[in-house]
């Protein structure tokens, strides 16, 4: 990277330099062109008004001296070049130079070539039908050109190299935040540390590194949500797990003397059916817990009313001694009916399990709101903020049983359909477990070819 930015640097002051030194170059050559003729018109035109517009002042000015002041007049009469042994310098002469000998035409400019150098032929009208010819050398100009041209190259060179070395040195000290970042990226793949970089400067490389360290900082909440998962459904695991092989190794050891009166046999089997169903249970919900998308996704229009009639049905035949006082209005989602279902009934099983035997549950749905409120002891202020969390169990119902993970999935069904869940305890006593989930209470549903969309739009990023 740093080699590219030299070479594009290069390649900048390179072009930069070629076009300021073509511009530069040629407009020197036009203005030192100008100038060599407007000296030769202007003296040409004051010669031509005096005494010295004569054959025989022409003839009488040594050829020498001509020579030396790089200058050679030429005196045009009647289509005769005078002085005559040096016309072979102009001829032969242009049209041009011949209408300003006939009057035609006041002035004329034009270049010729000898041995290779160039010339400036400047011709003006003079007196009695004749023209003065001024013939100067531009091979001063040609020189001092050439000299500006070898400078130029230098200095083009020069900058061409230094802004390649400046680029170098620009890239490399720019692109050393990129090059900590992708050290700390091999080192984190290497030893799988977590460990944020340091970060200088406000520009958009300093942003980049900020964005690396909010990602290092989520991937840390990650692993650490992950670990305290797998600690948990360990611990979680034992329990049930261990009194069913405990129940097991009863059965077994009674059979191998004589066996168990049927009503106790009846007794551990049953245990062993409630231990085996709350391990299917705590396995179900640590599977869906564990991962961030179900395996098949099928949002729908959904009225949450039905939803919440049908999880209370559920929930009556599981607890016959309780009574459910549902009140509900027509509330149309774009969801996943078995989600939602799980969780309002997670929200009914946990109001029946710790309400009072023979109590009553409150349910009340209302522009999307559902409030689930039984007639228990209530949540103590240390356990209200937890009691979402997985695996959280409060202290008075450590002895209940249970996963600790029903609410947990209350608020990540939620969640996945934009919505939010809380909870508050109620005077007397009691607790209402509120969750909201948005859509409308028109009495239709959206068409079911935008359920996907309206579902992706809701949710936020699933968290593990």
């Given amino acids: 990277m740093a080699a590219r ?12 330099v070629a076009l300021s030194s073509v511009a530069a170059y040629v407009t020197l050559r036009a203005q030192l062109h100008d100038r060599l003729d407007s000296s030769l018109l202007q003296r040409a ?13 022409l003839l009488n000015i040594p050829s020498d001296f001509l020579g030396a002041a790089d200058l050679r007049i030429f005196l045009i009469s009647s289509g005769e070049v005078i002085p005559a042994d040096r016309a072979d310098w102009i001829s032969p002469l242009s049209a041009n130079e011949r209408a300003v000998a006939d009057g035609s035409i006041t002035q004329n400019l034009r270049t010729i070539y000898r041995d290779g150098h160039e010339y400036r032929v400047a011709t003006v009208q003079a007196q009695s039908g004749t023209a003065l010819m001024f013939v100067q050398s531009a091979e001063p100009i040609e020189r001092t050109l050439d000299r500006l041209g070898f400078v130029l190259l230098l200095v083009g060179a020069g900058g061409i190299v230094a802004a390649a070395l400046i680029g170098l040195a620009v890239g490399r000290s720019a692109l050393m935040p990129v090059r900590r970042l992708s050290a700390a990226a091999e080192h984190i793949a290497r030893t799988e540390q977590l460990k944020p970089i340091q970060v200088t400067g406000d520009d958009e490389l300093a942003s980049l590194a900020t964005s690396f360290n909010k990602m290092l900082v989520a991937l840390q909440a990650s692993r650490d949500r992950q670990r305290r998962l797998v600690a948990d459904a360990g611990h979680e695991l034992r329990t049930p797990l261990t009194s069913l092989r405990t129940n097991l190794e009863l059965l077994a050891q009674a059979d191998r003397r004589g066996g168990l009166a049927p ?35 099928t949002p729908e229009p959904l009225d949450l009313a039905d939803i919440v009639a049908r999880a209370t049905d559920r929930v009556r035949r599981r607890a016959p001694g309780v009574t459910f006082d549902v009140h509900t209005n027509a509330w149309w989602v774009v969801g996943e009916a078995q989600i939602l279902e799980r969780a309002v009934t997670n929200l009914l099983d946990n109001a029946a399990k710790y309400g009072p035997p023979g109590g009553t549950v409150t349910v009340e749905l209302d522009k999307g709101q559902l409030d689930v409120a039984d007639q228990g002891e209530g949540i103590t202020d240390r356990d209200l903020p937890m009691i979402f969390e997985r695996f959280y169990r409060a202290d008075s119902a450590r002895t209940m049983p249970g996963s600790g993970l029903g609410l947990s999935i209350v608020r990540q069904a939620a969640e996945r359909h934009g919505g939010s869940v809380s909870v508050r305890n109620s005077k007397p006593h009691g607790v209402v477990f509120s969750m909201r989930v948005p859509g409308r209470g028109e009495d239709r549903a959206a068409p079911v070819q935008d359920a996907r969309a309206a579902v992706l739009a809701q949710r936020p990023p699933a968290s593990r």
């Fill in 45 to 57: 035109s004051q010669a031509s008004r005096t005494d010295f517009v004569s054959k025989a002042t």
């Fill in 263 to 297: 009503h106790q046999r009846d007794e551990l089997l049953t245990d062993v059916t409630g231990q085996v169903e709350e391990l299917s249970t705590l396995v179900g919900d640590l599977v869906e817990l564990a991962r961030d998308e179900p395996l098949e996704r």
């Fill in 5 to 16: 930015i030299s070479l594009l640097a290069a390649c900048a002051v390179g072009l930069a």
